[in-house]
């Protein structure tokens, strides 16, 4: 679409996903149909849902986890891609993102079913290598060395954020802002030539306000918390990040990690390995790894310290609200 137009409207589009809603925003002339692009978004979504779902038993990921071991299974080229990158933030990680965390999740109540004691209790005994020294690849062909339950609820969001933005494109929309929840990811500029703001939530489990905004151009950006999902045990409110180590939920964690990166998978994974690895080991990976992030800090008052890594969390990019 050429910048050189006056007659810029605003379209808004979402629709249902992964247990949320899309959502796509973009300027078109006047007589734009917003129709097929709605069904071609919708289709993009959907064939993430229906490849990468722990809810869907006839998912290929749950076809996936109910090979047998050693068994070469073939997998759709996207859902290899993202198990791909998976494992490698799993090993860039020194295994804080992990794939491979799928009985934990399903036993602590973060599944299709409730919690189940005696699930929670053989995930925390159970002896555990991290997924990416398990899964085996020959070209779209995947099987599994040992024992694993594979869950991508801490990247396929982000995945599907960039279908979206590469939907977009294949319609020849080269500027808009794509997201499922607090997943974004923005592309090119606004008609006025400003960047996309997005805003940053605040750890605050009984409202949504934005803690600080982003203006972001050309990028995308993934938030893991402790305050929307979680359950409760003995009293106890337990965050649905898994702790690779323990079988179980995050017992001390930041509020939340924000990440900023190239794509929208990567960026979502990036959030949950840093909420695993907490504020100084995390702190130290983002800086070495060259990753833009903002950890949200509880401290022993109701306050909120942040603490920013990265070029981009140091600059006016950020503006705090």
Same mark, same amino acid.
Not at 73 to 97: N, W
Not at 219 to 240: I, K, P
């Given at each position: ?16 996903? $992964? &247990?949320?809603?899309?959502? !796509?925003?973009? *300027?078109?002339?006047? #007589?734009?149909? /917003?129709?097929? +692009? %709605?069904? @071609? ?59 491979? $965390? &799928?009985?934990?999740?399903? !036993?602590?109540? *973060?599944?299709?079913? #409730?919690?189940? /004691?005696?699930? +929670? %209790?053989? @995930? ?59 997943? $974004? ?137």
């Amino acid at each position: 679409m050429s910048k050189m137009s006056t007659e810029w409207v605003k379209v808004a589009l979402n629709g249902p996903t $992964m &247990g949320t809603r899309w959502q !796509a925003t973009f *300027f078109a002339e006047p #007589d734009f149909d /917003p129709a097929p +692009i %709605r069904a @071609a978004l919708q289709a993009a979504v959907d064939e993430v849902d229906g490849q990468m779902s722990t809810w869907k038993p006839d998912s290929d990921l749950m076809r996936l986890n109910a090979a047998p071991l050693g068994e070469w299974v073939a997998v759709p080229a996207q859902l290899a891609a993202v198990l791909r990158l998976g494992l490698e933030i799993g090993r860039a990680s020194g295994g804080a993102f992990d794939i491979g $965390m &799928g009985d934990a999740v399903t !036993a602590w109540g *973060f599944g299709p079913g #409730d919690a189940a /004691p005696d699930g +929670i %209790r053989t @995930a925390m005994a159970a002896s555990r290598r991290p997924a990416h020294e398990i899964l085996e690849f020959d070209g779209d062909h995947v099987r599994k060395a040992a024992a694993l339950k594979l869950d991508l609820n801490g990247i396929a969001k982000g995945y599907g954020v960039d279908r979206l933005a590469e939907t977009l494109r294949h319609h020849g929309i080269s500027d808009g802002l794509v997201g499922i929840d607090g997943e $974004m990811r923005a592309l090119g500029l606004r008609p006025d030539g400003e960047a996309w703001t997005i805003a940053v939530e605040a750890p605050d489990a009984k409202r949504r306000t934005p803690h600080s905004i982003l203006a972001l151009q050309d990028a995308a950006v993934a938030t893991s918390g402790d305050y929307r999902h979680w359950v409760e045990v003995q009293g106890r409110r337990l965050s649905h990040t898994m702790d690779p180590r323990r079988g179980a939920p995050l017992i001390a964690s930041p509020a939340s990690v924000t990440v900023v990166a190239r794509t929208c998978a990567e960026a979502d994974a990036w959030a949950t390995a840093l909420m695993v690895l907490g504020p100084e080991r995390g702190a130290a990976l983002a800086t070495q790894t060259g990753l833009d992030a903002l950890f949200l800090l509880r401290g022993d008052s109701a306050g909120i310290t942040p603490l920013g890594i990265g070029p981009l969390f140091a600059t006016d990019a950020v503006a705090t609200g």
